[in-house]
């Protein structure tokens, strides 16, 4: 299978397809594969939901209005997450771990730009722990 060749989720993804398979297992597997477009979503009356999973923020692309955001934060995952949020160089949101069932509100008042979201810990975004908050 090459190993060497498959990005990190697909590594895992087929690791475990392949632990099933062993186990006797039957299972569906859907995967996402390169190039589909990541989940979006419009702010509504200033108002957004990310849910945070191990290792996806979903909806990964936002899109809202020029001023105040309010974001509530869901960490669904089995890992602590944390949510930065950065444009330009400059630190716009800096929210700390969030324990796997933690929920927290933030509220900032953003200028127009195009922002990205970022989990700081460990390699979670290289993980796919990112985002973009596009702000018009």
Avoid: C
């Amino acid at each position: 299978m090459g190993g060497s060749m498959l990005r990190p989720r697909a590594r895992i993804a087929a690791l475990v397809v392949l632990a099933l398979a062993i186990a006797g297992v039957g299972a569906m597997v859907v995967l996402v594969r390169e190039g589909t477009p990541p989940a979006s979503a419009r702010a509504r009356d200033g108002r957004v939901t990310i849910t945070m999973d191990d290792f996806r923020y979903t909806p990964q692309v936002i899109r809202a209005r020029r001023g105040t955001l309010t974001i509530e934060l869901r960490n669904e995952g089995r890992l602590g997450h944390a949510f930065h949020v950065r444009k330009d160089g400059r630190l716009w949101i800096e929210e700390r771990r969030l324990l796997p069932g933690e929920r927290r509100i933030v509220r900032r008042r953003l200028e127009r730009g195009d922002y990205r979201a970022f989990d700081p810990l460990s390699n979670f975004e290289q993980l796919g722990m990112y985002g973009t908050l596009s702000v018009r």
